[in-house]
């Protein structure tokens, strides 16, 4: 058996340190750069918002939902029980009267889905859609 010069004992502890002196390096040129520039800017921001949202783009697509709503062709209404569904949402029929009142009656079709409705809902829905002079199938 050959024995292990002290020599190479030393060679690969120096190896194993190398790595940590690396990383101790990089992280101490990225706090550096930091210093230096006061924030990084990376994904061109620089953090000079204000903060309160008033240039938001949610501000800004507002209105053009709005407009999107009205281009529609068919509105899906269900009528689960006493309860008015649109897009997920329930609604009070004063409430689907003021949303189906976005939209323009020329263009737009209520398609009404009877899920377990009751009687009383489901003839209120169609009388108001009636007023409204909006077309319905069911």
């Known amino acids: 058996m050959a024995q292990k010069r002290p020599d190479e004992k030393k060679q690969k502890k120096k190896k194993g340190h190398g790595g940590l002196i690396i990383l101790i390096i990089i992280f101490l040129l990225l706090c550096l750069l930091f210093l230096l520039n ?3 800017g990376w994904f061109g921001g620089d953090g000079d918002g204000s903060g309160d949202g008033k240039d938001s783009t949610a501000e800004k697509s507002e209105a053009s939902v709005t407009d999107q709503a009205s281009d529609k062709d068919e509105i899906s209404v269900t009528v689960k029980g006493t309860d008015y569904i649109i897009d997920g949402k329930t609604m009070t029929l004063d409430e689907v009267k ?3 009142g976005k939209y323009d009656k020329e ?3 209520v398609k009404i889905v009877n899920d377990g409705a009751i009687e009383d809902a489901f003839k209120s829905l169609t009388d108001a859609l ?9």
């Open 38 to 40: 006061g924030k990084f």
């Open 98 to 100: 003021t949303e189906l």
């Open 107 to 109: 263009k737009t079709t």
């Open 130 to 138: 009636g007023e409204l002079d909006i077309k319905f199938v069911s």
